[in-house]
């Protein structure tokens, strides 16, 4: 079964008389443990079509399916179902909250309440020991490297195994030896069955990917595979 498969998938915004089409009839088809680069120029559509996988956003037009449940047109409860079990985020700017500790910022996306303390020192220190981490557990983010910080961010997304993890521009920060470490940790947990997407411009970058998908103007224009 697909993980991801979307038919014709639009989304557009109104802009006073004027209408943005961010997507314009995206079809695509994303299987368990893939590993995808999304590449294209500014304005095409990239951090849209994420928002709409990671259940961030609904498309204006066309379907969307998720593990074989139809979640095109579904409400903002399942939505925050969907993004806070089976979706894993990474962004640029690492979004780590400044005040909380590494483990603690790990365990953001844990709900209160659904484990044990015990058991939520167990998560974190897993998704970190993922990561090369668990030294830096009690750091504050201002404490830690950039390369550090990016990798804490991607322990939080893995906190919650999730069958999805995406990731927009996350080496936009970071020194190429970073970069390359972080593409690396992506390739690994892609082998381990994690299916990861990764939003970037850098053609370096995409090369760790199999899987490569160029968009232009909101729709995809290259979709191209490699054997590894
Ligand atoms: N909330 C919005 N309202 C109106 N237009 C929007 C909105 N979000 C995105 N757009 C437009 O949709 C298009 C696609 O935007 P998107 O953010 O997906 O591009 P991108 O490929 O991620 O670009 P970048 O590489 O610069 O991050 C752009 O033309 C953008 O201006
Ligand atoms: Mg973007």
Not at 24 to 29: A, M, N, W
Not at 121 to 136: D, I, P
Not at 206 to 217: C, L, N, S, V
Request: aromatic letters at 6%; glycine letters at 10%; charged letters at 25%.
């Amino acid at each position: 079964m697909s993980l991801v498969k979307s038919e014709n998938l639009t989304k557009t915004y109104r802009m006073g008389d004027e209408t943005v089409r961010a997507l314009d009839g995206v079809s695509l088809r994303i299987d368990p443990g893939e590993f995808v680069a999304i590449l294209g120029p500014s304005g095409s559509g990239k951090s849209t079509l994420m928002h709409i996988l990671g259940f961030m956003d609904s498309p204006s037009a066309g379907r969307l399916r998720f593990e074989g449940g139809e979640v095109s047109q579904i409400g903002r409860a399942r939505r925050s179902w969907y993004r806070a079990n089976r979706i894993g985020f990474v962004f640029q700017a690492f979004n780590l909250l400044p005040r909380l500790s590494v483990t603690d910022n790990v365990l953001l996306p844990v709900v209160y309440g659904r484990s044990g303390i015990r058991d939520r020192k167990s998560l974190a220190r897993v998704a970190l020991e993922r990561v090369g981490m668990t030294h830096r557990a009690r750091h504050l983010p201002n404490q830690l490297s950039g390369g550090e910080r990016q990798r804490a961010a991607i322990a939080r997304a893995l906190v919650n195994s999730p069958a999805l993890v995406l990731a927009d521009e996350p080496t936009g920060n970071l020194d190429s030896q970073n970069v390359d470490r972080i593409m690396a940790l992506f390739g690994e947990l892609a082998a381990e069955g994690h299916t990861i997407v990764v939003v970037t411009h850098d053609e370096h970058v995409a090369g760790f990917a199999r899987r490569r998908i160029r968009m232009h103007d909101g729709r995809i224009t290259e979709d191209s595979s490699m054997d590894v």
